[in-house]
């Protein structure tokens, strides 16, 4: 196998020239050394993957060397001479001095497989020392369409020499790229300033140390991040934007990633429906929000955070827009003096909220649930866990209680006008509140603790009232007491 990987001399020497494999027959009359070496693989397994190396390739990835791009477009233009498309294998790190164009037209009998550009060893990938994009397509957009793509890079690393380039992966030309086993390393890998991205996926990659925003798009459709390690090294304003008003952040879900040491935000998205952040370990994120989700021309709908871990991170977690069902389950936030800003809420900004509901979420340090910013939500908060000195010392600038001039604590922002609110397991003491409510003349008419329920508007006194009305013992702590 090892002539096979490394292009051994055991095949005929290799042309400097580019010129691809354009048929069997044809490879063995001609007599070139290129296409007879791919011929040959082609007879031992028709499903072979094509090299570069083939195509006269340096595979040094040192500039010095010469560019490995004309050889790179060979392999990859006899690749996609098949229906579907053979796999092209990358042995070395391939220096590309401009764009290597992969034509797909999407919506055609091209598209119904993925290109796939497998990597072999710890060197395989392409590295650039200028500011371009490393894949581009000849196929132009349409408005706001990319219409070329179904790529698969499988064990591939992308890289510069710079953090200061301003170098892609992808051109704004691509839709259904899948990033699996691959590295990132002083490299963005898009940004589609006038497209839509869509179904482009990280699969088990590690991404460090890029510049401003990882991948950023007008809108997305099915971004994904599974099982990877983003580590940003303090640097980067952002890892992931779909900004667009056009088209919404639909689909998009982050699952069992660690992250951490991020200069900005993890996500940034725009009209956001069937988003999913779950079972991810954040760590020292140095500007919050942590994920900004804000409506544009659509209201949020349908986002679940469920089993995350925050440690040291700059918040809010969640910085919300106008929003329909938010549920937040069993995450553990946990901050102390490490902490990067004083702002540790899981939810913020949270204007028109029609349903937030949180479910055995877990506080620690100075953490806090929710700021509510107007009257204009229904939320349930269940099973929520505070620990850490402010569990019971409850405080004027603690965000998820407000505090009046008597002492008393009420749900929120704005405890007027709260259509509803549920509260169990808070973690209070007996003697300290849970909750106040006040009528729409402010004044405070209810207080929760654990061990009562204190309605304050009604009578002080029993006498008079038939058997079964309420009534308030002011002389036994405002206890809510029944006549006989």
């Keep these: 196998m090892g002539f096979i990987i490394d292009g051994a001399s055991a095949l005929p020497p290799v042309k400097t020239d580019s010129t691809p494999a354009i048929g069997l027959l044809d490879e063995w009359a001609a007599g070139d050394a290129n296409k007879l070496r791919q011929s040959m693989l082609d007879l031992r397994d028709g499903s072979w993957q094509t090299n570069p190396m083939y195509y006269g390739a340096k595979g040094t990835g040192v500039p010095a060397d010469g560019s490995d791009t004309a050889a790179v477009q060979a392999a990859v233009n006899y690749c996609l001479s098949f229906t579907p498309p053979k796999a092209m294998l990358v042995t070395h790190r391939h220096y590309l001095a401009s764009s290597v164009n992969i034509d797909r037209q999407v919506g055609t009998i091209c598209d119904v497989s993925q290109f796939k550009i497998n990597g072999y060893g710890d060197n395989a990938g392409f590295y650039a020392t200028t500011s371009i994009n490393l ?18 890079f499988h064990n591939i690393g992308f890289s510069t020499d710079s953090i200061s380039r301003t170098t892609y992966v992808l ?32 699969t088990s990659c590690k991404i460090t140390n890029w510049p401003d925003v990882f991948a950023a798009s007008q809108g997305c459709f099915g971004g994904y991040f599974m099982g990877c390690n983003i580590f940003g090294q303090g640097n980067g304003t952002g890892l992931y934007s779909a900004s667009g008003t056009v088209y919404s ?4 879900k982050m699952i069992g990633n660690i ?29 919050g929000p942590l994920f900004s989700l804000w409506s544009g021309s659509l209201r949020n709908r349908s986002i679940a955070f469920i089993g995350n871990y925050c440690l040291f991170y700059a918040g809010p977690i969640v910085d919300c827009g106008p929003s329909d069902s938010i549920v937040s389950i069993d995450n553990h936030v946990t901050t102390d003096a490490n902490s990067l800003a004083p702002n540790r809420t899981m939810y913020a900004s949270m204007a028109q909220v029609t349903s937030l509901v949180s479910i055995g979420d877990r506080f620690t340090g100075t953490a806090t649930l929710v700021a509510l910013s107007d009257a204009a939500h229904a939320s349930t908060v269940m099973g929520v866990t505070r620990a850490g000195a402010a569990t019971d010392a409850w405080s004027d ?8 001039s008597t002492g008393h604590f009420g749900f929120g922002g704005n405890p007027t006008g709260v259509t509803r609110a549920t509260f169990f397991g808070e973690g209070q003491t007996s003697g300290t509140y849970a909750g106040g409510f006040l009528d729409s003349n402010g004044n405070l008419i209810a207080l929760f603790r654990n061990d009562r329920v204190c309605i304050l508007s009604l009578p002080t006194s029993s006498a008079g009232l038939p058997s079964g009305a309420l009534w308030r013992d002011s002389a036994d702590g405002n206890t809510v007491k029944a006549v006989p």
């Design 135 to 152: 894949f581009s397509s000849t196929i132009n957009i349409v408005g706001g369409d990319p219409k070329s793509g179904g790529i698969t």
């Design 249 to 252: 952040a639909t689909g998009f």
């Design 397 to 404: 600038v603690d965000l998820h209680m407000t505090k009046d």
């Design 171 to 202: 051109a704004e030309k691509f839709l259904r790229v899948k990033f699996i086993n691959c590295t990132f390393t002083l490299i963005k890998c898009y940004a589609y300033a006038t497209c839509y991205a869509q179904e482009i996926d990280w």
């Design 259 to 287: 992250i951490e040491t991020i200069g900005g935000y993890i996500a940034s998205l725009t009209g956001c429906a069937g988003v999913l952040i779950q079972a991810n370990h954040i760590e020292s994120i140095q500007a």
